[in-house]
């Protein structure tokens, strides 16, 4: 028998107070509520503790009444994750933890609490003079917590890697309440599992990340950013590997764009005027980031060979930092304005980088034979085989009409993807959306694994319930 | 009861043939003998498997009869973990398992089968006009299986990773032969816990890994090179601050180097001309790629200011490959020539790279209080924080003497290191030469998890007993 909210609730104030316990409907809305409101149950209450000793006494407190316990962070999640799925669960929010425990620019390294937001990190790198190159659209309320919890990704994945990869050690509160104590800014450390990356990317199934080690690079002397005029993807493809093959990593950012997205943006005055040097069909912007002692990134020159070779119709460089942000504007509302536009599918799936094409053109044949007249939207970062492949209602279509096909579209998209040797979850993660389809479609000794893992660091399996795993 | 000889090599021919089953001292010898000759144990056999199904097929039966087994790969690991500890164990060599599963250098990914040797694996990659960029001096025999399952690092990790970095898939066997397909070559994929980074650098203790996906990185135009003098590992660290500053992700190697190495080699003959522009006790070997794209590096200029500022006294730029050539060769030989000269008690260690001048000045005096006359040769990666700190027999002292004092001398460097928040093990892990050790330092939740994940995936304790874990 699950506890009632009757034994729950006092239970918490006593260990927390009643200033960090939240249990009425209304006062618990903004906790339960996700982004996209796909998802939305009730808790128990919602448990704010100010340190990581508060997270590891209602921890222990859980592991011992036998309470299921959801981790939230910034509440961005787009999948479910951090919010209850059966209703009886406590959500323990991690964003009371706030602020910075060390700063090291020199040494290249910060370890923030996690309740941090992003935006709040790029900040305190700022201010040391560094830059921690993680960006998404929900920055400003996404938390370091959740933030690796769901391993995000980024426009700058190309090359700095994904929160994974930008994260020397985590700290972590486990579903008995024991302690891992797994900071530390080393560079090398082989002394057994990997279990910082465990964490990163478990989804709070395995512990509550409390605080995070992550790197600092040297910031850039500048930028040099392009929104191409590209034939297509193929052209996209070709020109992506021209430019890595002749920047190497200092090719920051590389995604790609349809015109429909600028013409959406457009219509529903998200953008003021088109950014892009002329119509076409597709657009790329590519950006490099120059170190600063070596003067030209070498765009320009790499550019007028590729508009040679054909891969390349028109283009605009960026020639201050408002024409810059100007295009990072149109890339970052690709995705928001669909809203505007009436009902939307989407799929955050990758494959190859090379097979981006093909994705493509596949997918968007197929969702056209389950819904014709269906507008393909796909865009992202093709330099990581990343593409959100998002489908508008069709012109004048009737919105609970087309989204009554979601599940079809689904279908029909990741039938494609697997076919692909790609992912049904590229950046956003597993959460509650889509635990049946990782079960159809993960190699079974990997769901073997993880059931073993989660069973033997969770045993009563009191961290989020039913998430990922199912 | 272990099985008896008599019992497990009819077995093994069984399922092997004759032919790839070793079973007599003499034919043993080349898999039981390790690099430094520190650990000699007998085995059962040694099975050679040709493809991944007989990989299963040994596993399979080692699991149903209870037999030990002990993945190997090139057999170059530092710390034991691929030679038997008690001598009822199986060793199944993965070195037959060669080849190439697939090269896509657009996509730039490649899937080399375990038995590929490092060597090997760099030619591949330059045949597809590519790069893979990770050096170990003993890359003309580890062999890929064994670079993942130590996650070796190299000279190159500062601007590429460790091997964990550079791999985007493992294929394994686990403990009862099933068969963990986690190949792919995605960027991005979050459908699930991180199982490959578990794999990487266990040891061979949770599976054996049969294959990998690994990055392909575009050919730099060319490499700016430059050996130079420093005042001290104080000097060196601002000059790693400034370089990198300045440089950016293309400052792709950092190593730090005493003067007694250098004089060790010309003693020694091992190099005929000292490389360096005039004596110091320190000197820095410092590289920039250059990406195609961009021209010069700027390393001339950077140098040049540096040396302004007086971080650098004086220095030589590599004019030719074989004047690089001549730089990377007393670098790598820092190791080897020490044997040369008499006995050598050495440590693989990190700290916070910020630490590093402190780890050197600490590790140095707490070697000499305990042995005096010690000669420190401490160098390695100063920009991921690691350094082999060394040491040479006092000069003219007794070898046997000194060894004696072997374990004195670990003991004062691991303390200073651990006062300092570093690794015991920075790249060699902890085989069976560190298992104690690792026990007293790791943190205590982070060894219950791993015991726990060990268990949960090899219940029965097949593979590898008695390493890293003990």
């Known amino acids: 028998m699950p506890l009632s909210k009757d034994q729950i609730v006092p239970a918490l104030i006593t260990l927390l107070g009643a200033d960090s316990v939240r249990f009425e409907e209304a006062e618990m809305e903004g906790y339960l509520a996700e982004p996209r409101r796909r998802f939305k149950t009730s808790a128990r209450a919602v448990a704010l503790p100010r340190t990581v000793a508060e997270v590891q006494a209602v921890m222990e407190w859980a592991h011992e009444v036998g309470v299921h316990v959801v981790p939230q962070a910034g509440n961005t999640g787009l999948v479910g994750g951090q919010v209850p799925l059966y209703g009886d669960e406590v959500i323990v929010s991690v964003s ?90 080393l560079r090398k450390d082989n002394t057994g599992y990997d279990l910082k990356d465990l964490f990163v990317g478990s989804e709070g199934t395995l512990g509550i990340i409390t605080a ?5 690079f040297p910031k850039p002397d500048h930028h040099e950013t392009a929104l191409l005029n590209v034939a297509g993807p193929e052209a996209a493809l070709a020109l992506f590997t021209r430019l890595r093959e002749r920047a190497g990593s200092t090719l920051t950012a590389f995604e790609l764009m349809p015109r429909i997205g600028f013409d959406f943006q457009l219509k529903h005055k998200m953008i003021a005027q088109d950014p892009t040097a002329e119509r076409s069909d597709w657009y790329v912007l590519a950006e490099i980031s120059v170190p600063r002692g070596m003067g030209d990134g070498g ?26 942000e100007a295009f990072w504007t149109a890339r970052e509302q690709m995705s928001e304005v669909q809203s505007k536009e009436g009902a939307s599918i989407k799929h955050d799936v990758s494959v190859p980088v090379a097979a981006v094409p093909e994705l493509i053109a596949r997918g968007s044949a197929a969702a056209k034979a389950v819904v014709p007249g269906i507008r393909p939207v796909p865009f992202g970062h093709l330099g990581d085989g990343n593409i959100h492949f998002n489908f508008s209602v069709p012109e004048g279509g009737d919105n609970a009409e087309f989204m009554a096909r979601d599940e079809a579209v689904h279908a029909a998209i990741y039938k494609v993807v697997l076919e692909m040797g790609g992912s049904i979850s590229a950046e956003h993660g597993i959460g509650q959306l889509k635990t049946a389809l990782l079960k159809e479609v993960k190699d079974p000794t990997a769901l073997k694994m993880m059931r073993a893992i989660k069973s033997a660091l969770d045993p009563k399996g009191i961290l989020n319930p039913g998430k990922m795993l199912g």
Not at 302 to 311: P, W
Request: proline share 1%; glycine share 16%.
């Open 96 to 185: 009371r933890l706030g602020g910075t425990r060390h700063v090291d620019a020199a040494a290249g390294h910060m370890t923030l609490n996690a309740g941090t937001t992003l935006e709040e990190a790029h900040r305190i790198a700022e201010a040391a003079g560094m830059l921690f190159p993680l960006y998404i659209a929900s920055q400003g309320s996404a938390r370091i917590g959740g933030v690796l919890g769901s391993n995000a990704g980024g426009v700058q994945v190309l090359s700095y890697g994904t929160a994974r990869e930008l994260c020397l050690g985590v700290e972590a509160v486990l579903a008995d309440g024991s302690i891992y104590n797994g900071l530390g800014s």
């Open 212 to 216: 995070a080690t992550l790197k600092l």
């Open 299 to 324: 765009l320009a020159a790499m550019l007028e060979t590729a508009m040679e070779a054909g891969l390349v119709g028109n283009g605009v460089m960026a020639e201050s930092l408002a024409q810059r």
